[in-house]
């Protein structure tokens, strides 16, 4: 008589709770607003780190031009005589030239050897080179150069006695020079070049300067 065969129950089926589902769901869910957020604020923070930078390169930053300014002429060495028999006298005439510059940068000017020369009817009669120096940020530096007149090219001019018997007045003009560079944090560097054309008259019997006329440019 055959035994009968056995049957095996099979094994319950594993049922997850229902309530995993919606958990799993909610931290994938926070975990995306979490990146959302991030993103935001990396964006966020990157356009204010580029308003600040661009901001600084406008206004901080932004290299501008020294201002020069021919602050007066003194004449040394011219004499005369009275009536209008003027003349010049001796070979020891020079001109002090009183020049200031302005830097109105963030950071400080450093300029090589200036130049200022002084022309009589498109000749140089005079000549005349400042040292090497330094405008601090935001301030003033002043210069006097004196310039040494060459008399033998003022004679060879032969309108010369009749220019000085007529109007007492000699009519000569300077041109200044000042070139340096602006460094900002190392970071921003730029060559800047002041020029200053100044037209004058230079009064014999008073021996002073008069009616003087400036104009400046600059290179950037």
């Given at each position: 008589m055959t035994e009968p065969e056995h049957v095996r129950p099979l094994a319950p089926a594993t049922v997850l709770p229902l309530s995993d589902y919606p958990a799993t769901n909610k931290q994938a869910l926070h975990r995306r607003r979490n990146r959302i957020k991030c993103l935001i604020c990396v964006t966020v923070t990157s356009i204010i780190l580029i308003t600040i930078v661009l901001s600084l390169v406008?206004?901080?930053?932004?290299?501008?031009?020294?201002?020069?300014?021919?602050?007066?002429?003194?004449?040394?060495?011219?004499?005369?005589?009275?009536?209008?028999?003027?003349?010049?006298?001796?070979?020891?005439?020079?001109?002090i030239v009183d020049v200031s510059v302005k830097n109105p940068n963030s950071a400080s000017f450093r300029y090589?050897?200036?130049t200022t020369d002084i022309y009589y009817k498109g000749t140089v009669v005079g000549e005349a080179r400042g040292p090497p120096g330094k405008a601090r940020a935001h301030r003033t530096v002043r210069m006097n150069m004196t310039v040494d007149i060459m008399i033998g090219r003022f004679l060879m001019d032969p309108g010369l006695a009749r220019e000085v018997s007529g109007s007492g007045l000699l009519n000569v003009w300077s041109y200044t020079r000042?070139?340096?560079?602006?460094?900002?944090?190392?970071?921003?560097?730029?060559?800047?070049?002041?020029?200053?054309?100044?037209?004058?008259?230079?009064?014999?019997?008073?021996?002073?300067?008069?009616?003087?006329?400036?104009?400046?440019?600059?290179?950037?």
């Open positions: 406008f206004t901080v930053f932004r290299v501008k031009g020294p201002i020069i300014k021919m602050n007066g002429v003194t004449v040394n060495g011219l004499d005369s005589t009275t009536g209008t028999q003027i003349q010049l006298l001796g070979t020891n005439i020079s001109m090589s050897n200036t000042v070139s340096g560079k602006v460094k900002i944090l190392g970071i921003v560097k730029k060559h800047v070049t002041v020029k200053m054309n100044c037209t004058m008259a230079v009064n014999i019997t008073r021996q002073a300067i008069q009616d003087t006329e400036c104009k400046k440019d600059i290179d950037l």
